[in-house]
T-cell receptor
Framework: NAGVTQTPKFRVLKTGQSMTLLCAQDMNHEYMYWYRQDPGMGLRLIHYSVGEGTTAKGEVPDGYNVSRLKKQNFLLGLESAAPSQTSVYFC?????????????FGPGTRLTVL | GESVGLHLPTLSVQEGDNSIINCAYSNSASDYFIWYKQESGKGPQFIIDIRSNMDKRQGQRVTVLLNKTVKHLSLQIAATQPGDSAVYFCAENTGTASKLTFGTGTRLQVTL
């Protein structure tokens, strides 16, 4: 199993440009999450999904959109990038169940908006 | 809003010593807590978890202690090794969809 993978690993955008970050997991997990991590701060939840075709807002959803058309993929879109969106973005997933709430993380995408 | 926080931003320990990383949480309704380790340039990696019906849980070289009375969580690493150098985050389950709230992190530096 590859676990959780993210593409691209790095990206530089100009203000106003758009892009999509791809998260893929091969563990058949129902739940998927997008976080951003800024220097000196913990991870903050942007959007999440509890299953294929469903998405919901997290703590900092403004300026982002998501889609979960396939169970294994969770896309994060920036329609008009702003310098405030410069950050490291992490995707995570976890299976549905009650024994554990542990989330499994991808390696991250480092995004710079100029 | 309620959040998870950490007392020490950086902890420096000598190789072979024990490390203790602390975390304070404020949501009394949280029933599940996790410690993650994040090495430079990588995503967070699960270390150990604990539910609120327990006050101690042990893993391989790691122990998590939970004190619900004072809303305090700690991670103890025995015989700290250079490979333990990383940023450690505590996180709490905030309810529906297993959303996690993360603390700001503590950097553990292991000196030889």
């Amino acid at each position: 199993n590859a676990g959780v993978t993210q593409t691209p690993k790095f990206r530089v955008l100009k203000t106003g440009q758009s892009m999509t970050l791809l998260c893929a997991q091969d563990m058949n997990h129902e739940y998927m999450y997008w976080y951003r991590q800024d220097p000196g701060m913990g991870l903050r939840l942007i959007h999440y999904s509890v299953g294929e075709g469903t998405t919901a807002k997290g703590e900092v959803p403004d300026g982002y959109n998501v889609s979960r058309l396939k169970k294994q993929n969770f896309l994060l879109g920036l329609e008009s990038a702003a310098p405030s969106q410069t950050s490291v973005y992490f995707c995570a997933s976890r299976p549905r169940g009650v024994r554990t709430d542990t989330q499994y993380f991808g390696p991250g995408t480092r995004l710079t908006v100029l | 809003g309620e959040s998870v926080g950490l007392h020490l931003p950086t902890l420096s320990v000598q190789e072979g010593d024990n490390s203790i990383i602390n975390c304070a949480y404020s949501n009394s309704a949280s029933d599940y807590f996790i410690w993650y380790k994040q090495e430079s340039g990588k995503g967070p990696q699960f270390i150990i978890d604990i539910r609120s019906n327990m006050d101690k849980r042990q893993g391989q070289r790691v122990t998590v202690l939970l004190n619900k009375t004072v809303k305090h969580l700690s991670l103890q690493i025995a015989a700290t090794q250079p490979g333990d150098s990383a940023v450690y985050f505590c996180a709490e389950n905030t309810g529906t969809a297993s959303k996690l709230t993360f603390g700001t992190g503590t950097r553990l530096q292991v000196t030889l």
